[in-house]
Structure formats: C-alpha cells, structure tokens
C-alpha cells in the first residue's frame, strides 16, 4: 500500500498551489567563514569533551544565558557568549555511569548526564533536571541576584531525584515549564520508557498525572513545548496548553503519528474517588498542517517538530507557529502553519470523538454530555458553583476517563500552511519569529533551523487576501561543522539570534544589511524591513520621524521610486574590458551578478555598428561561453541584470577575435625571445656565532 500511494503523494505535491513560499533560492548566502569575517557572530563550543547544547533558556532581566548540554550546566553573558561563561560541571555518579554501560545503554553516549530541564524558580535560583545516565537527577542552582554577583553554583544538599521530570534517555523529547513554583513536565516516566505522562509536581499543589498505560490518553508521545493562557478574568480558567505528536487510534487507514494539542487546568485537583492523582480536566484534539491539491487530495504534514508562542496585542490569543514534516523517507517536506486560540479554544467547546459501530470508527458524541462540561475549570467561569475538581460527579469523571479526544480537529490560519517546503534536500526542525516595524507596514520575520545547520531568514510579504508569499532574505552557515539545529531563541530587545545544535552555541545579529550590496538599488531590491539606505550604505532601519532621508520598500522593492538620484552612481563603476579570443575557439564572458534573483540578458553591439542586439548565449556561473567563436562575433558585450523589473548594467567586454591563420603565422615565426635572466645564486651569509645561556644574562 505504501509504495502505491508514494508516488501519487510525490506527484501531488509537485503540483500544488504553493500559497506562502517559492522555490528561489536566498538573495544571500554565507558560508560560516563569511559568516564569521562579517563580524556579526559569534560562536561558542565548550572544549571539554561534551555536546548536545540542545536547551536554551534566555534571562534578558539578568543578560544571561543558561546551557544545558552533556555534563555541564553555562551561564553565558547575552551580550557576548564568550565573555567568561560560568561554568558547572554536573556529571553523572562514577558507580551510576559504570552500572549504565554494563546495562548496555553506553552503545550511543547515553551514560552521561544530559541536562534536559532548565527553568526558573525565583529571582535567585534556577531548577535544572538531568538524564543522569538512566537516572534522573535535579537540583537548585543559585544565581545570584544580579548578573554582576558572577556566581552560579549548585546549591549544596539539593540534588534529588529526577523521575517524571527528565527523561531517562537523552535522545527522548521532553518538555517542562515551571509556574508559580509548580513544575509541569511532559515525559518519560520509566527506565524502560513505556510509560510517558504528563506530570505536575513540585509546588503547593498535589502531584498528578495522565492516566496510566491508556493509550487513549497518550500513545507513545514525544511532547514539544507548551504555553500558559490566561483564558478569561477568572484566575481558575487559567490553563495549561501542550502540543506533543503521538502514535494515531482513529483509524486502521490514518496516518502512523499525528500531532496534537492537549490542555489541562492550573488548579486541577485530581477526582476523589475516580480520577484519583490523575487529570480531571485533560482534553486533546488533533493539530492539522495539510494542503489541498487540486484534485481536492489532502496531504497532511504530520511531524510537529518545533513551535513559537507570538505574543499579540490580546493578551488572551497568542499566535502558535508550528513547524512540521511529512513521513517516512521517500520524500522529505516541511511546513509551517500557524493557529489561533480562538481556534483551538472553538474545538475544545465543539463535539468528543468516541468510537462505535462494527469497526469502531471515531465519530461525534451524540449522546447526552455530563454538566459540567468535562474539561471546564472548577471555579472558574463556566463552573461557579464548584471549587474544586473533587467535587465534580461521577459521571463527568467517567465521561472524562473514556472521552480524552476532540472529535474536530484544529486547522491552521486561512487553513492553509504559511510557508511550504516540498523539493528540497533538507528539513526545518525549529523555528523563532519576529515582528519587524518599517516604514510601510509591520512585518512577520521568520527564523527557520535546518536539519543541514543552517539558518533560514524568511520575510512573510503579505500578497491578495488570505495570501502571503515567503522571500528567503537570508541562509546562514551557523557552525564550522553541519549538525542540525536544535534551538533557536530570539532577543528583539538586543537584535540578536541564539541558535544550538550538537556541536555548539552561535550568537547571530538579526541582520547584516551591508551584505546585501553596497548600492540603493541592491539595498531596496533585499525587501529587509531590518535595513535601509541612508544615503551612505545599507543599514539597520529605525523608525524614527526625524530621518526621513532613508530609503526603504519592502512591499515592492521598487528601485526605481525609492533610488532615484541614486541609481546612476550605480553604473560608474562599470567598466569596459578588452578580451581576445581565437577563431574557433571558446571564450568565457565573465558577469557577476549581486543576487541569485537576478536574470541575465546580454547585448553585443557589432564591429562598425551603433546599435545593440540580444543575443542568447550558453549560461553557467559567473557568465557566459561563447563556444567555436568567429570573426563576426566581435564587438561590446554589455551584461545585463534584472531583478524585481529593476535592470542594470553588470560589466562591459570589448571582445576582439585573431583570425586562425593569424595565429599560425605568429607561431611559425622564429623565436626570438631571450632566455630568462638567470639571478646570480644566494650568496651564503657566515653563520652568527651562539651565544652560551650562560652568558646570555
């Protein structure tokens, strides 16, 4: 079934409307050593023999950033990573590292003590957690109470047990949040890693759990993040949101693994006599990426590999991006989609899913649902009259126990992915955006991690309604060594990008503008709401009402509006040059353009005559060849290029062509050129006499 059904999947895709992206390539690439001599980045990779710099968390209050990798724990300075980074070296117990290798769980570094959880507690300590070669272990650290008190130590006494707060094995994702003292934790419960569970400890609230080995509760889930919502004014509404991917039971015919967005109750109690220690108020429903062919066949990208919680000007709706991946190996394809919590909060009130009939398919309920509504809040808005989830009845308990799954799913924005990857070598695995103000609009940036270790800036360019198109301003070489990025975290207030994989830690300005050309034209035709020309160079945009000298359109990229008074200063610098080919012979023009966005024309201009021509000739990087060249093909060849409607002059030759018996004739010619002056040889220098140590002094 499989290998009937790729191919028809292949063809879909290479037919699709792609809403949201195009396929060319970035206007500008850098390798890491550009990267790096451009001086907008830094990198940082710890020598100890460690790796895995996988989790991040930025404290812009302190100027710190906190690392979790294998081993050790860093705080690092915002401004400048490799400004004497502190350092806590946090192994795993020698007796526990030993009994892990004879366990045989050494075959891919797993002994060791992988940080997984890193979260603030309070104003001074942090609560990290480890996978402590298959034993978890957590502990305080203290920080101090300002950055300037340059400590960072774990506090003597703390370390405990790690169990359902970090994974016992490194390569299982996890996720953990701390609010309000109470640790929220998604992960692996056992040592075995057959009982995955959503856990809350810690705090002045009872522990409690998903309900165990249900798997119509979760099914082998790998949970990616979460975010907290104040749902209305009522402090009891506030929940909990968890987006995780598991394995599918709506059907024989579905898809292997979905992606999923669950929620629960802060001030969830457990029942009293069912649901005891367990989530009274658990829901989950499925998260949809998918686009439509035309032929009406819906191709889902079901793989949720990274998401970012945008703030909005309602505190009550953020936006959640989500980063997602198809299936299998055969074809490789990412998406990004974005949610609305009004959305999500549409399907969380809609139908339950419940399964009946010969094949037990997944329907919607119809019958009779419990009051309160399983899921609503104890206290809160919908539920006034009752303060606590152990006051709920029987019925809802049981009702909640059977009836976990929404039977609505929840779709994107416009439900459609924003941006859609479907011919490429490589993946996106993490994402970061930003809202960049210019001086026609405010502006979505993405941020997008490759599995290749590059980043990917993308600008969204609002086009007709309910469509946008994705322009690639920017890739980046992150590393010295390709490994997949793991994070990405964002500091508008500083401008700066924190990115993480195995192999280390790069701090990355938002923008290099001056990369982009040393032109207005080159500097307007980038569409970078980051960057404009000042009349000087390209550089960092700030709105401000007072400069209005700077020029800047990134809805159009119209140089020829924005640059005027520009745009001949542009070509002086375009010179003619002399080049001489052979009857018969081949000749490469050579024409460097500034962007891989732009096309090539080329115009030649005749011996003898004052008008020019196009002409087609044969492409390839850095120009063009001209192949079994003849007499008449002599003249100027002016290289044109043109992006965006914009055209411009990229370089002058003046090509002149030696008939052949011309040549024959020259090297018939006896030769008369004098040999080489031969240089006299080195002359020998007396060796300088050593001086003894001894009378050196």
Not at 276 to 282: A, Q
Not at 390 to 418: A, C, I, Q, W
Not at 468 to 485: A, D
Not at 690 to 695: A, G, K, L, N, R
Request: glycine share 8%; aromatic share 8%; hydrophobic share 35%.
């Amino acid at each position: 079934m499989l290998i009937s059904v790729l191919p028809l999947l292949l063809l879909l895709l290479l037919t699709l409307p792609l809403n949201g992206w195009t396929s060319r390539p970035p206007r500008v690439y850098l390798s890491y050593r550009d990267l790096m001599e451009s001086r907008s980045a830094r990198s940082f990779t710890f020598g100890f023999n460690t790796s895995d710099y996988r989790i991040l968390l930025l404290d812009q209050d302190q100027d710190r950033m906190y690392v979790g990798s294998r081993d050790y724990l860093l705080s690092l300075d915002l401004g400048n990573i490799n400004r004497e980074p502190l350092i806590i070296h946090w192994p795993a117990p020698l007796n526990r590292h030993k009994e892990c290798l004879m366990a045989g769980k050494g075959r891919a570094d797993e002994c060791y003590n992988y940080l997984r959880l890193i979260q603030p507690l309070n104003r001074t300590h942090l609560y990290a957690c480890g996978t402590g070669a298959y034993q978890p272990q957590c502990a305080l650290i203290y920080r101090g109470w300002r950055s300037e008190d340059y400590v960072f130590r774990i506090v003597s006494g703390s370390i405990e047990s790690g169990k359902g707060r970090s994974p016992y094995d490194p390569k299982q994702e996890n996720m953990a949040t701390i609010i309000d003292g109470v640790l929220y934790a998604g992960v692996q419960v056992d040592y075995m890693g057959t009982d995955s569970a959503l856990f809350r400890t810690m705090g002045n609230k009872p522990p409690i759990r998903t309900e165990q080995y249900d798997s119509r509760w979760l099914n082998e889930p790998l949970f990616v993040g979460s975010l907290v919502v104040s749902e209305s004014s009522f402090k009891e509404d506030d929940k909990l949101y968890i987006l995780f991917r598991e394995r599918s039971l709506e059907g024989e015919n579905g898809p292997a693994v979905l992606s999923r967005i669950a929620r629960i109750c802060l001030n969830d109690e457990g029942g009293l006599r069912s649901l005891v220690g367990k989530w009274t108020s658990f829901l989950k429903a499925r998260l949809v990426c998918s686009v439509i062919g035309q032929d009406g066949v819906e191709t889902a990208f079901d793989q949720l590999r990274d998401i970012f919680i945008q703030q909005t000007q309602d505190k009550h709706n953020p936006l959640i991006y989500g980063v997602f991946t198809t299936l299998g190996s055969v074809f490789r394809g990412s998406a990004v989609c974005v949610y609305s919590l009004a959305d999500i909060r549409a399907v969380f009130n809609g139908p339950f899913a419940h399964k009946e009939g010969h094949g037990y398919q997944m329907t919607s309920y119809s019958g009779k649902t419990p009051f309160p509504r399983p899921g609503a809040c104890a206290g809160g808005f919908s539920v006034p009259g009752i303060r606590s989830s152990k006051h709920f009845g029987e019925d809802v308990l049981r009702f909640v126990r059977t009836h976990p799954l929404m039977y609505s799913s929840v779709y994107p924005v416009n439900r459609r992915p924003l941006l859609l990857l479907s011919d490429a070598t490589y993946t996106y695995t993490s994402i970061a955006v930003d809202s960049v103000p210019a001086a026609d609009g405010e502006y979505t940036v993405l941020f997008l991690g490759t599995d290749r270790g590059t980043i990917q800036k993308v600008m969204i360019l609002p086009r007709a309604t309910e469509e946008t198109e994705g322009l690639i301003l920017e890739e980046v070489e992150v590393f010295r060594t390709s490994s997949p990025i793991k994070n990405i975290k964002i500091s508008s207030k500083r401008h700066q990008l924190y990115v993480s994989s195995d192999v280390g830690v790069t701090q990355l300005s938002l923008h290099r503008c001056s990369g982009y050309g040393d032109s207005c034209a080159d500097c307007c035709l980038a569409r970078d709401p980051y960057c404009a020309w000042d009349g000087k160079a390209c550089a960092r945009y700030t709105p401000s009402p007072t400069r209005r000298s700077r020029r800047q359109d990134v809805k159009n990229g119209d140089p020829h509006r924005q640059c005027r008074g520009y745009n001949t200063q542009m070509d002086r610098g375009v010179t003619e040059r002399m080049q001489i080919g052979v009857e018969g012979g081949s000749v490469f023009l050579q024409c460097d353009t500034h962007s891989p966005l732009e096309s090539v024309t080329w115009l030649l201009q005749r011996e003898g005559t004052q008008h020019r021509k196009e002409v087609r000739l044969p492409m390839m990087e850095g120009g063009a060849v001209l192949r079994s060249v003849q007499i008449n093909d002599a003249g100027v060849y002016t290289c044109l290029g043109t992006e965006n409607g914009f055209r411009r002059s990229r370089g002058k030759i003046r090509l002149n062509i030696l008939p052949r018996d011309m040549l024959e004739k020259l090297t018939m010619l006896p030769t008369q050129i004098p040999l080489p002056l031969q240089c006299p040889p080195p002359r020998r220098q007396r060796p300088r006499p050593v001086t003894p140590q001894s009378d050196r002094n």
